[in-house]
């Protein structure tokens, strides 16, 4: 599975970004498709994931200013960013289950700076 992600740059606090992810490969069958991300010097957090489903889950830090969304027959996954503030500076992780499995895209750095 290779998870292509898109859609990081600069914006200023307030603002708002969308990232989007697509998974690609053979014999893909996506349960769980999600968002990490890690700011310098911090681990690895959940940002948001939804599963096939629909059931979303957030990182507590979210507070109602993203939403992830997913297209499953394009197998991407979505994640709109508002109220960006500094503290949301880091590397987004894409991220997905298949058949159990976890994948990982490159990640894009999104940066919150005035």
């Known amino acids: 599975v290779q998870l292509q992600a898109s859609g990081g740059g600069l914006v200023q606090p307030g603002g708002s970004l969308s990232l989007s992810c697509v998974a690609s490969?053979?014999?893909?069958?996506?349960?769980?498709m999600g968002w990490h991300r890690q700011a310098p010097g911090k681990q690895r957090e959940l940002v948001a994931v939804m599963s096939s489903g629909g059931y979303t889950e957030y990182g507590d830090f979210v507070k109602g200013r993203f939403s992830i969304s997913r297209d499953n027959a394009k197998n991407t996954v979505y994640l709109q960013m508002a109220s960006l503030e500094p503290e949301d500076t880091a590397v987004y992780y894409c991220?997905?289950?298949?058949?159990?499995?976890?994948?990982w895209g490159q990640g894009t750095l999104v940066t919150v700076s005035s």
């Open positions: 490969g053979t014999r893909l069958s996506i349960s769980h």
């Open positions: 991220n997905v289950l298949s058949h159990l499995k976890s994948y």
